[in-house]
């Protein structure tokens, strides 16, 4: 057993870049024809620049693909619209459909749609309701040590700063809080909706399956899942949380194991309506490893915060040293299992757009055939096999926050006495 | 400047608050729309298939256990009967050769008896024929007697004479 669990974890770690072709390959340039790209240092910027001006840059073009955004890409000139619900204070909540942006030709009050996202002109003299917007400009500025991407939208030739949305990063991580809150569906909200709606149409198939079957033995689809679930009860739960408690906590992480699956799955499909990054957002695992520490830690028994606070059996002064380490591993736990998560589904992402990127560096943006084909060939084929790979890491990377938010539960809820008291008898 | 880009562009980094609100929402439904709706129900409908396979194998082979207890009990029975019909036989054969014996027995006695009777019956015979000859030879003797001294009496010497010879035959003592 204690190998298998290492053996799985070496595995996991073996393929720590999971990979999702995020989209197909036609949309590598977004369509915004209208940017009147400012072409200081960096030339085409975050995959805006268009065909006939500025090279192909493939960072930018993989970092706007693995982003979240407003609208689906189907393919050149062609979104599928969602639905917008923003928020800024002192201006309240604006509802809407993305499509009423025009993909960046309209502002309205004040909204602006940026590289498939929604910003905010935060200047109080922009106008209010529907507006033309000549275009959107990149500069980089100096905030303080760093250099920082701004946008602005340009309107009756003033340009207008842009406020991206609010991120809760506190700065760190180059975001912040901003001029307005962004909860729309967006692409990543409206994959997990349609993986809950997805899991919730499967389940009741299965359900409807075991009323059915009653005495029977398992049919259809219900054996199909069947497998799974006793897999995730006889080789997740029960050993990890122990016979008595893992009952309880079946149903968390089922849902855990299933949504990431999924989640992980669509983002598999490289077109609508698969293709987005949702478990290689830090937002997405960020909330799924706060979920995992709530049930950690408010199932924790008297053993556990025992354990935590002031392990037994060790001398006073080592219990100094290990009471902040233990504090702290509360928090490390499930840190761990967000980085992780994200980590691996957004560097498979990255891969695969990047190998997908081949075609258009060795096809020099379209100024040489054969090496577009050449590309193509070797990115198609990495591509495949890539994919594959992701397969597994879309099960593995579900199937290891599920065994890993078990296995603290166990921690959380097992009961020490049997050992003591074998210790204790063990040395008479 | 390209690390700066990179970073600044790599916005899955960035929590955004729209995208945790609805996670954890949508991860609240599904947990709780599926726990209620299909994972307990599974649970317990697995527990139950399970704890109705252990019954039947309990079941089999309580069935099995009593089935041979059964044969052996059979046997035993088998056993008994057998003995039992060794032990009457053998009682029969007992029954018999003590019937027999005793039948040979009586016959004998009775043979015994029978012949005994008839010993005795033909004593009896034989002293009653003897009684009645020595009765007829009595009277016989008497008649001869009676005629002899008919006869004898007509001469008086003659008589005496006899009467002599009788009391000379009385020997006494």
Same mark, same amino acid.
């Given at each position: /057993? ?7 974890? $070496? ?48 960072? %930018?073009?993989?970092?706007? +693909? ?33 499509? /009423? ?9 004040? *909204? ?5 996202? $929604? ?35 340009? +309107?009756? %030739? ?77 080789? $997740?739960?029960?050993? /990890? ?96 299992? /967000? ?34 084909? %050449?590309?193509?060939?070797? %990115? ?27 296995? *603290?539960?166990?921690?959380? $809820?097992?009961?020490?006495?049997? +050992? ?9 | 400047?390209? =690390? ?43 527990? @139950? ?9 309990? =079941? ?5 256990? =009593? ?21 009457? &036989?053998?009682?029969?054969? =007992? ?40 009765? @007829? ?11 002899? &001294? ?6 008086? @010497? ?16």
């Amino acid at each position: /057993m204690e190998f298998k669990k290492l053996s799985i974890l $070496v595995f996991a770690l073996a393929f720590s870049w999971g990979m999702l072709p995020a989209q197909d390959h036609g949309h590598e340039q977004d369509d915004h024809g209208v940017e009147t790209e400012q072409h200081d240092e960096h030339g085409g910027e975050a995959g805006h620049g268009s065909h006939d001006e500025g090279d192909y840059d493939p960072v %930018g073009t993989v970092m706007g +693909h693995i982003a979240d955004a407003n609208e689906f890409h189907v393919w050149k000139g062609v979104h599928i619209p969602l639905p917008l619900i923003l928020y800024a204070p002192g201006q309240g909540w604006t509802t809407g459909l993305s499509s /009423m942006f025009e993909h960046g030709h309209t502002a309205v009050d004040g *909204y602006v749609l940026n590289h498939g996202r $929604v910003n905010r002109v935060a200047d109080p003299s922009f106008p209010k309701g529907e507006v033309h917007i000549e275009g959107i400009t990149h500069k980089t500025e100096k905030a303080g040590e760093k250099d920082k991407d701004v946008y602005y939208a340009i +309107h009756e %030739g003033r340009e207008y700063r842009l406020d991206p949305p609010s991120t809760v990063d506190g700065g760190f991580l180059g975001g912040g809080i901003t001029s307005f809150y962004d909860f729309s569906i967006t692409k990543n909200v409206f994959t997990m909706i349609l993986a809950a709606l997805l899991l919730i149409w499967l389940f009741s198939a299965v359900a409807r399956g075991y009323e059915k079957n009653i005495h029977k033995a398992p049919s259809g689809i219900q054996s199909f899942i069947e497998v799974f679930f006793v897999f995730i009860r006889d080789e $997740v739960t029960k050993p /990890m949380i122990g016979p008595k408690h893992y009952e309880r906590f079946q149903p968390f992480i089922m849902t855990l194991f299933f949504f990431i699956l999924f989640c992980n799955l669509l983002g598999l499909v490289p077109f609508f309506p698969g293709s987005a990054n949702v478990t290689g957002n830090l937002a997405v695992t960020l909330t799924l490893a706060v979920f995992t520490f709530l049930v950690v830690n408010l199932n924790g028994k008297k053993d556990y915060w025992e354990h935590v606070f002031w392990m037994p059996g060790i001398p006073a002064w080592v219990k100094v040293i290990l009471t902040p380490v233990e504090v702290l591993s509360l928090f490390i736990k499930p840190f761990s299992l /967000m980085i992780r998560l994200f980590a691996n589904i957004s560097a498979g992402h990255i891969i695969i757009l990047s190998l997908i990127g081949l075609v258009f560096l060795f096809g020099d943006n379209g100024r040489s055939v054969g090496g577009a084909a %050449g590309g193509a060939v070797i %990115g198609g084929l990495f591509t495949a096999f890539m994919n594959l790979i992701e397969l597994l890491v879309a099960f593995l990377q579900a199937f290891i926050f599920a065994i890993l938010t078990a296995s *603290y539960i166990g921690a959380a $809820v097992e009961e020490h006495h049997h +050992h003591e008291e074998e210790a204790r008898e063990g040395a008479h | 400047m390209t =690390e700066v880009l990179f970073l600044a562009d790599f916005s899955v980094i960035k929590p955004d608050p729209g995208l945790i609100f609805w996670t954890a929402l949508i991860f609240i439904l599904v947990w709780f729309v599926l726990g209620r709706m299909a994972f307990r129900p599974i649970q317990n409908a697995l527990k @139950q298939r399970e704890r109705d396979i252990q019954n039947a194998l309990d =079941e089999a082979r309580k069935a099995r256990q =009593e089935m041979a207890n059964l044969k052996a009990e059979n046997e035993e029975l088998l056993k008994q009967a057998q003995e039992e019909r060794v032990k009457i &036989l053998k009682e029969a054969k =007992e029954a018999r050769d003590t019937i027999i014996h005793e039948a040979r027995e009586k016959a004998k006695a009775d043979a015994h008896k029978i012949v005994e009777n008839a010993k005795h019956e033909i004593e009896n015979q034989r002293m009653a024929a003897v009684v009645d000859l020595k009765n @007829q030879i009595g009277l016989l003797s008497i008649e001869i007697a009676e005629k002899v &001294l008919r006869r004898q009496l007509e001469d008086k @010497q003659g008589q005496e004479k006899f009467v002599k010879s009788l009391v000379d035959d009385i020997k006494l003592g």
